[in-house]
């Protein structure tokens, strides 16, 4: 009888639904974005899907951008002020050469920046064209907005219609 109930309890409490549910993606505004797993200035790894329920603005940055340090100052008002998850995807240093774990630190660091400054991918599946790009994410992993370049009250109104 206990091997009934250890058996049951364990096949309830263990079949967690995945939400996911789609077959596709694209990062394009109405549709759902790709997903990524990338490492963070701490050496976590920080996954897009495993944050479905939330909205998200990721943000993609170069350390000589002069438009993603003033984003970068605002990071953590803007998470203050909404119930979003800013995160901020480093490509490039100073010199152009691809993020390292030492420019994530060091960004992090700079701008008092608590929330996940991810190493950028070797091979970017995103449309980055400017810097700093915006996509806002609303809780049903859809992309509701892209942004180029840095506008805080555009970029407050994409995270409004997330909320």
């Known amino acids: 009888m206990h091997m009934f109930y250890f058996l ?25 974005p790709c ?3 990338l490492v963070d200035q701490h050496g976590k ?14 943000d993609f940055s170069a350390e000589w951008c002069y438009w993603c340090k003033v984003a970068a100052s605002d990071i953590n008002n803007v998470e203050q002020a909404y119930d979003v998850t800013y995160v901020t995807v480093m490509l490039e240093d100073s010199a152009g050469n691809k993020a ?4 994530v630190r060091r960004w992090a660091a ?21 810097f700093p790009t915006f996509y806002i ?5 859809i992309v ?8 805080p009250h555009m970029l407050e109104a994409y995270v409004k219609e997330t909320q």
């Open 8 to 32: 049951f309890f364990l096949f309830f409490s263990c079949s967690k639904k995945n939400p996911i549910t789609w077959d596709t993606c694209s990062n394009v505004v109405q549709d759902h």
């Open 35 to 37: 997903d990524f797993t």
């Open 45 to 58: 790894e920080w996954n897009l899907y495993e944050n479905y329920g939330k909205a998200i603005i990721i």
């Open 100 to 103: 390292d774990d030492k420019l």
């Open 110 to 130: 700079l701008f008092q920046i608590n929330s996940p400054v991810l190493i950028g991918p070797q091979e970017l599946t995103w449309n980055v064209e400017a």
């Open 137 to 141: 994410i609303n809780k049903e992993m």
């Open 144 to 151: 509701t907005g892209i942004m180029e370049g840095y506008n």
